[in-house]
Nanobody
Framework: QVQLVESGGGLVQPGGSLRLSCAAS????????MGWYRQAPGKQRELIAA???????NYADSVKGRFTISRDNAKNTVYLQMNSLKPEDMGVYYC?????????????WGQGTQVTVSS
């Protein structure tokens, strides 16, 4: 079983920055992807950024150039640096770990952390 613990959300003014962290613990298979999803009120959860165990990254178009995902494999921790935040970036941010075992995958989720962008 894998546990994910997020931290770093909060209230920030437009144009400000926040850094989210997600620490994974438990029995983690060696091949996995970690990512951040966002769910705004009344909207579906959407992928914001992801990073593979090899370091390849993927971003939603809406955050390219403003957000950076990184990971520390030794600590099983993923980070999301969010700069130039906009009100539309508000929502609950969920950390995800997807284990890849051949043709099968298994997803684990954190509890979510609220990000509020407001003046």
């Amino acid at each position: 079983q894998v546990q994910l613990v997020e931290s770093g959300g909060g209230l920030v003014q437009p144009g400000g920055s926040l850094r989210l962290s997600c620490a994974a613990s438990g029995s983690i298979f060696s091949i996995y992807i970690m990512g951040w999803y966002r769910q705004a009120p009344g909207k579906q959860r959407e992928l914001i950024a992801a990073i593979t165990s090899g370091g390849s990254t993927n971003y939603a178009d809406s955050v390219k150039g403003r957000f950076t995902i990184s990971r520390d494999n030794a600590k099983n921790t993923v980070y999301l640096q969010m700069n130039s935040l906009k009100p539309e970036d508000m929502g609950v941010y969920y950390c995800n770990l997807r284990e890849i075992r051949g043709a099968t995958t298994e997803d684990y989720w954190g509890q979510g952390t609220q990000v509020t962008v407001s003046s």
